[in-house]
């Protein structure tokens, strides 16, 4: 190649890449029927059954289970609404449980729902035993004494109206497609009734999914056909595509580009309060932090404002007890302790440890910005009161083996994400709380038989009276607070981005970070 | 030794590196702290189902007895199922693997194209404006951090002349509108399959950023090896012998000099390909790239075993491949390597 051979080649490249732009497809006849959803993770396992991840953002239009939970506002409180199941009633205290289905469902395969494809389901996902199976372990038996009536039979009583209501394990799969194995689903087909049906799965992808024609609830005016559920990793090109209109949602952008994104008149900036909250669990059987006192003052050095200003911009909001807003059984009157360095002093003096040189380890997960930066500033406050906090990031795994072993060798501090499974405060209690012989979540190794019981009964009224329920819920909070097992620090809240030309846009935060498609339109 | 024996003497030598990774693998998982049934039993598992999952996954087999299940498990191909997502670990390699490798080929073939004639044509140029271009195109080649130069590529050639597509293996509205039946997992390749044009023009545009990006190290190397091994071959007295023979410039360097100086650049592309197949998580991730990389790196992050293992298992068969057919490429090129 000579010299004149190689200027003509460099001119002639781009005109190549030119033809090749075209050559590759433009934009579809009519994108604005398409609803696309940039994820920032994949979806790692399409099993209805199986499903306990970020999945569920795509099983939650394609498939639908017996009940919903609607979330509490100011002006309504929290409650359960119909889905495949039209009525429903306890009886035996709780412990019998019969649900009345909704007529005319069908299933995306075209055969219509019966209380025996209602079974089938849940009797498939307890008998695979894997992802969230275990929401439905007092369940004994199930029968359908007639094609829409199904009856579950519980070894203790139990909400089931709640449980049926679960984000996953709770879908409703057709008899056909209960018969198939994890694979099958995974290779991109699915046997639900909800209003879209998965057309083809791309793992590390995308998910395409277009609206099934004979929903039981018809096609909303002004529905998106088609929703694309694409998987995008790298929160620059997240941003890049929702900012371009090649996304129509995405999540998980840095907070500090955020408000950037809300002075975008193409883009809407939605922060929700989540269900998951962050928290610190106290060693409650390792001196010091074994007397209550101690712990309380470690709660009031906590810079609560700080964390949630400089962790969330701002948009997280501070914890009243360990059940968030927006579930029943929250607390909103619950008391909130407040930064008070003076008052933890005085505190600790009391306890005989004013400038004691007390050293506490506190442990984390490694990745995790923001119990990263809570961590920190925790540390120089408690520097202050003479205390050291030893910060010791880990790996998940191994945070969870040294502080489920012998709690005398384990952490006195351990920095904890929860979110409830299935919407009850029982979930955050009874996990976090309640007296273990072996520790799996009670990561404070607490115990205290009055509390115990106090929540055992209220769990076992939620099914049956759940006003009494909740009243007992509350006190059960307060006893927390008052006892300071753990430090309450913040609900996390949700933030979505959207285009701003999308309606109908309302985030459900018992299904976290699930868009349900059908309720938009553009 | 003959090219038959020579080429016999690497296979065997290539069984042995493969039963020997699967032997290190399966000692790995047993040194490395972790609890296989806690990861198995789900994110918020009670004791019971701990204790079903190790009963499962035959935990409490001796140390002898699980590695024959699990040497024949790899020997006939039967990886098991994620212990995190439960997905049968073949159906997930077998979607992500044929990208990774449609990747990182496309990608060797390119750093193949432009770094060994640019050594050689910089050789032949030696001092000139050429070499010295040359150059310092390959050190910034070299030197560039990869997420850089993939942000640099999509900046360009996506944002401001929007000419390649941002990000993705095929546009969605193909995959809509008329999606690409899978035949063998190469898009390029299915696509041909099925005459669709449009799939295949939109598969090579999505390929070319990233492609390039994994391409510029390997092609900054090559074309340094290239070049200085010519600048040595060209000074040899049969190239002088041909010079006074009166053979054109061109059939100097590309027929008598060349095939004795690719020899390191072809070595360097065989390693750059293997390491693009698990190495390249960055740059999957950029392009959001549903490759290998990133599902292992998932992996590794949740100490999921069986898929690393299966990763790694396929991942060495792939490089020990790679290295069969570059020592033959090499063999062929310059008879002289089988004598060694």
């Not at chain 2, 990886?79 to 049968?88: A, I």
């Given at each position: 190649m000579n010299r004149r051979d190689l200027l003509i080649s460099a001119g002639l490249a781009p005109l190549a890449l030119q033809a090749l732009s075209r050559w590759s497809v433009a934009e579809a006849q009519d994108g604005s029927r398409i609803f696309t959803l940039a994820n920032p993770t994949g979806f790692p396992d399409l099993d209805p059954s199986t499903s306990f991840s970020n999945d569920g953002l795509v099983l939650a239009n394609v498939y639908e289970s017996l009940t919903r939970y609607v979330p509490g506002t100011t002006e309504a409180p929290a409650s359960v609404a119909p889905l495949l199941a039209e009525s429903w009633q306890a009886t035996d205290g709780g412990k019998t449980w019969t649900f009345t289905l909704r007529k005319g469902v069908r299933f995306h395969d075209g055969t219509e729902l019966t209380a025996e494809a209602v079974k089938g389901s849940i009797e498939r996902t307890m008998k695979i035993g894997g992802g969230a199976a275990f929401i439905w372990s007092a369940v004994t038996a199930i029968t359908a004494p007639d094609p829409l009536t199904v009856v579950f039979s519980l070894s203790t009583a139990q909400p089931l109206d709640l449980i049926a209501s679960a984000g996953f394990a709770g879908w409703i799969i057709s008899p056909a497609a209960q018969a198939q194995d994890n694979a099958w689903f995974n290779a991109g087909q699915d046997g639900g009734t909800g209003p879209f049906r998965i057309d083809s799965y791309e793992p590390g992808q995308r998910v395409i999914a277009s609206r099934?024609?004979?929903?039981?609830?018809?096609t909303p005016e002004g529905g998106f056909d088609t929703a694309v559920f694409e998987v995008v990793e790298d929160s620059v090109l997240a941003q890049s595509m929702i900012e371009s209109g090649n996304a129509d949602w995405t999540y998980s952008l840095p907070f500090d580009n955020l408000e950037a994104m809300k002075a975008n008149p193409d883009l809407q900036v939605v922060a929700n309060p989540s269900f998951e909250n962050l928290f610190a669990l106290l060693n409650t059987r390792r001196a010091p932090l074994d007397r209550p006192r101690v712990r309380q003052a470690l709660a009031l050095a906590f810079p609560y404002d700080d964390v949630i200003t400089a962790g969330t911009a701002g948009l997280g909001t501070r914890s009243r007890g360990i059940v968030p807003p927006g579930i029943w059984g929250h607390d909103p009157e619950a008391p909130m302790v407040m930064t008070d360095l003076e008052a933890a002093r005085a505190l600790l003096a009391e306890e005989?440890?004013?400038?004691?040189?007390l050293e506490l380890t506190l442990t984390y997960v490694t990745s995790d910005a923001l119990e990263a930066l809570a961590g920190e500033l925790w540390k120089a406050n408690l520097e202050t009161l003479g205390i050291t906090l030893t910060l010791q990031p880990m790996a998940w795994e191994a945070m969870w083996d040294l502080s489920k072993a012998d709690p005398a060798q384990a952490q006195d501090i351990l920095l904890l994400y929860w979110w409830a499974?299935?919407?009850?405060p029982y979930d955050y209690l009874f996990n976090l709380f309640h007296s273990e012989e072996t520790p799996t979540f009670n990561l404070a190794y607490y115990s205290n038989p009055a509390f115990d019981r106090l929540i055992d009964e209220a769990a076992a009224l939620s099914g049956t009276d759940r006003a009494k329920a909740e009243d007992m819920f509350k006190a059960a909070q307060r006893m927390m607070i008052e006892d300071a097992p753990a430090v309450f620090i913040l609900d996390k809240p949700n933030v979505h981005i959207l285009r701003?030309?999308?309606?109908g846009y309302a985030d459900n935060p018992a299904y976290g970070h699930v868009v349900f498609v059908n309720d938009l339109s553009r | 030794m003959g090219l038959g024996r020579y080429i016999f003497r690497r296979f065997i030598l290539s069984a042995f590196v493969v039963v020997g990774v699967t032997f290190l693998v399966f000692v790995a998982a047993q040194v490395v702290p972790s609890d296989p049934a806690a990861l198995y039993a789900g994110p918020r598992p009670s004791a019971e189902q701990i204790e079903k999952a190790r009963a499962e996954l035959h935990l409490e087999a001796s140390l002898p007895e699980r590695f024959i299940r699990f040497g024949k498990a790899m020997a006939t191909g039967d990886?098991?199922?994620?212990?995190?997502?439960?997905?049968?670990i073949s159906q997930d390699l077998a979607a992500f693997l044929p990208a990774t490798l449609e990747l990182a080929a496309f990608s060797t073939f390119l750093a193949l194209l432009i770094g060994i004639p640019a050594g050689a044509f910089a050789a032949a140029r030696r001092g000139g404006w050429l070499d010295r271009m040359g150059g310092l195109a390959s050190i910034a080649a070299v030197a560039m951090p990869a997420f850089f130069l993939a942000m640099l590529l999509q900046f360009v050639f996506a944002k401001w002349l929007g000419v390649l597509p941002l990000s993705g293996r095929m546009s969605r509205e193909i995959a809509i509108s008329a999606p690409l039946a899978p035949v063998t997992g190469f898009a390029l390749i299915d696509a041909l399959l099925s005459r669709r044009f449009d799939a295949f023009g939109d598969a090579l545009a999505h390929l070319i950023l990233p492609a390039l990006t994994l391409a510029a190290y390997p092609a900054g190397i090559a074309m340094r090896l290239t070049r200085s091994a010519m600048i040595e071959i060209l000074e040899r007295r049969h190239i002088l012998a041909a010079r006074a023979l009166g053979l054109s410039g061109r059939r100097i360097l590309f027929g008598h000099a060349l095939p004795n100086a690719v020899g390191p650049a072809l070595t360097v592309l065989g390693l750059s390909f293997a390491f693009a197949l698990t190495g390249a998580v960055l740059v999957e991730i950029i392009f959001a790239w549903p490759g290998l990389g990133r599902y292992v790196s998932e992996a590794i992050l949740s100490k999921d075993f069986p898929v690393i293992a299966a990763a790694t298992l396929v991942v060495t068969l792939c490089y020990v491949a790679m290295n069969l057919v570059l020592d033959l490429a090499q063999a062929l090129i310059d008879p002289r390597v089988t004598l060694k």
């Open positions: 099934f024609a004979d929903h039981w609830g018809g005989g440890l004013a400038d004691s040189g499974t299935y919407v009850t701003s030309d999308v309606k | 990886f098991g199922v994620s212990y995190k997502s439960r997905r049968l």
